[in-house]
């Protein structure tokens, strides 16, 4: 079951001036800052109620986010559902013909295992499942 | 202030095929729908934690939700957020550079107070701010 928006990763060119932005024009605070070497990325947090909001900029031209910057500029690039059983939304998910990007949850940053929808088949909304490690 | 994030407004080509996708693939319950003559669009509605999904199909070809479609495909329009003083919120954007569609709230949905920021000054999200009405 999904019991929440987790958070939405959004694409930017500058994590420096995003963050500047969402600070001040926004009013929000940024909570931390990691560099996921797996996907290329430097990304700050931020909170908004109970919803993460993830700022990622590529660290390399290879990078995934790096792709979609090119084809479609800055913007949301995902949404992640926290959900309580990760195979069983999956296999949900594949069983009303869900292409899926990863058959198997991984393990994703803070602990938790993940796993990605594809956007061909989610209605163009790159989706992402997490949930928590036992 | 910002309190958090009230709803995702979901761009899709048609309303029937996602509400299908969300309520099968994902096992969200569809909770209302709604046709918004101003904006030329009808809608669905479904809850993930306390956050609102609202997808969002153009009734007319000169819907703003037409234009996005046809310019980016299906996927995240905008963000809304909550917030607890929209006046002194659109202030404080203005004051950080950032251009707003709309200098003065004006009535949505749901007997809220809402406005716009441009997303060329959003880093490329189209962002709402609402607020209930006295």
Redesign the interface.
């Known amino acids: ?5 987790d958070h ?1 990763g ?4 500058n994590l420096e ?2 963050v500047e ?1 969402y600070e ?5 605070h940024c909570h931390g800052r990691e560099e996921v070497a797996s996907q290329k990325v430097k990304t700050a947090f931020f909170e ?4 993460h909001i993830e700022l990622l900029e590529p660290t390399s031209d290879d990078s995934p986010i790096a792709k979609f910057l090119e084809k ?5 690039h995902h ?1 992640a ?2 959900v309580d059983d990760i195979a069983g ?1 999956l296999k ?2 594949s069983a ?3 292409r899926l990007i990863h058959e198997v949850p991984f393990d994703g940053a803070a602990n938790k295992l993940v796993a990605f ?1 594809h ?1 061909k ?5 790159l ?1 992402e499942f997490c949930m928590p490690k036992k």
């Open positions: 079951m999904i019991t929440k928006i939405l959004i694409a930017v060119n001036e995003s932005y001040k024009a926004l009013g929000l908004a109620g109970d919803v479609n500029g800055e913007g949301i949404i559902f926290a939304q949900q998910a009303a013909g869900v929808l956007p088949s989610t209605h163009g909304v989706t």
